[in-house]
C-alpha cells in the first residue's frame, strides 16, 4: 500500500466518521421530535428542561456535550449521555461500514478474505459503485437505530418514516440495481459494471422482501410482545425492502431467539432484567448479519434469482 493510499484510505473514513456524527446528531433530534410530530427543521434545538436555545458551539456533535461535561450552561442540569453516544455510534457505524463495504470489498468478520482485498480501492474513484453499497447500509443502519431508540422511549414512530426509507432505497437502486443485494457487497468495481442486476429483478427481490415483512409482522401480532407494535411492524418492512427476504428471516430469528431469552430470563431470574423491544433486536441482528454475512446460509439468496421469469 502507497502512502498516497493510506493518507487517502485515512481521511476518507475522518469524513464517513465526521460525516456519521452530524447525521447521529440529526437523529437526536429526529428521535426527540417526531414521535411527538413537532416540526424537524425549522426549530432551534433548546434544553427540554429550561427550554434556553443552545448555542451553535454546543451543538457540535460529540464535543459539545464533552465541553459542557453533561450539563446545560444555563439551568446546569444534567443532559443525558445518551445524545453524545448516539452520535459516536452512527458515527463508527458510518466509519466501519466505509472500511468494511468500499475499502475492504465486503470483508467479514472472522475475516476469511483478507488475501483478496484489493489494496488498490482508491483507483476505482470517483463513481465507485460499491459508494452506492455502502450509502444503502448507512441508510438502513440509520432508520433502524431510529426505530430502535424511538422503541425504547415507549413511543411511536409515524408511519411517514418507513415510506421514506423506503423511497431513497428506491431512488439508490435505479442508481445501482444491485445494491440489496448481500453478495455484491464484495463485488469489485469491475464486477458491478459487468454483471449489473437489473431493475425489474431487484425491485422483484425488494417486493418479495417486504411481502416476507408482512408476514412476519402478521406473525408477531399472534403474541404479546413488550413495546409499541408499529415500530416493529415498520424495522421487519425495511429490513425485508433493503435487503431481501433471506436476510430477514435470519434477522427475526435472531431478534425473537433473543427476545424468547429475555422473556425467559424476567420470569425465571431473579431481577427484572433488561428488556428491549422487538426494533432494538431487530437494528443489532441487522449489525450481526452485515459483519458475517458470508457465514449464514443462503445470505444472498442467489438462487432466487433462477426462480424469475426470464432466467
Ligand atoms: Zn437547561
Same mark, same amino acid.
Given at each position: ?14 469524513? %464517513? ?25 425549522? %426549530? ?230 433488561? /428488556?428491549?423491544?422487538?426494533? %432494538? ?12 454475512? /458470508? ?17
Amino acid at each position: 500500500m502507497d502512502i498516497l493510499t493510506i493518507l487517502a484510505t485515512f481521511l476518507f473514513l475522518v469524513f %464517513a466518521f465526521g460525516y456519521g456524527a452530524c447525521f447521529g446528531s440529526f437523529l437526536n433530534v429526529v428521535v426527540w421530535r417526531l414521535p411527538s410530530k413537532m416540526p424537524i427543521m425549522l %426549530a432551534r434545538s433548546h434544553c427540554p428542561k429550561c427550554r434556553q436555545d443552545i448555542w451553535g458551539s454546543d451543538n457540535i456533535p460529540i464535543f459539545g456535550w464533552l465541553r459542557l461535561r453533561g450539563k446545560c450552561r444555563f439551568c446546569q442540569l444534567p443532559i443525558s449521555a445518551r445524545y453524545p453516544l448516539v452520535e459516536t455510534g452512527v458515527a463508527l457505524l458510518f466509519a466501519v461500514l466505509f472500511a468494511l463495504i468500499v475499502i475492504a470489498h465486503g470483508v467479514t468478520l472472522p475475516t476469511d478474505w483478507m488475501h483478496q482485498h484489493r489494496i488498490s480501492w482508491l483507483s476505482e474513484f470517483p463513481g465507485c459503485p460499491l459508494l452506492v453499497v455502502w450509502g444503502d447500509q448507512v441508510v438502513l443502519g440509520y432508520f433502524l437505530l431510529a426505530l430502535a431508540l424511538v422503541d425504547e422511549d415507549r413511543q411511536q414512530m409515524p408511519y411517514r418514516w418507513l415510506i421514506l426509507g423506503l423511497v431513497v432505497h428506491l431512488g439508490l437502486l435505479l442508481i445501482e440495481p444491485s445494491v440489496g443485494m448481500m453478495d455484491y457487497l464484495s463485488a469489485t468495481a469491475g464486477d458491478l459494471a459487468e454483471n449489473r442486476g437489473n431493475l425489474p429483478d431487484a425491485a422483484c427481490f425488494s417486493g418479495v422482501g417486504i411481502v416476507c415483512g408482512f408476514a412476519v409482522a402478521l406473525l408477531t401480532m399472534l403474541f404479546r410482545l413488550p413495546h409499541q407494535l408499529r415500530n416493529g411492524i415498520q424495522s421487519l418492512l425495511l429490513l425485508g425492502g433493503f435487503l431481501g427476504p433471506a436476510v430477514l428471516v435470519w434477522c427475526s430469528l435472531i431478534g425473537f431467539s433473543s427476545l424468547i431469552c429475555q422473556w425467559i430470563l424476567g420470569r425465571f431470574g431473579k431481577k427484572q432484567g433488561v /428488556r428491549t423491544g422487538l426494533s %432494538a433486536q431487530l437494528f443489532l441482528a441487522w449489525l450481526l448479519v452485515l459483519m458475517t454475512w /458470508r457465514w449464514w446460509p443462503e445470505g444472498n439468496w442467489l438462487w432466487m434469482q433462477e426462480l424469475l421469469p426470464g432466467k
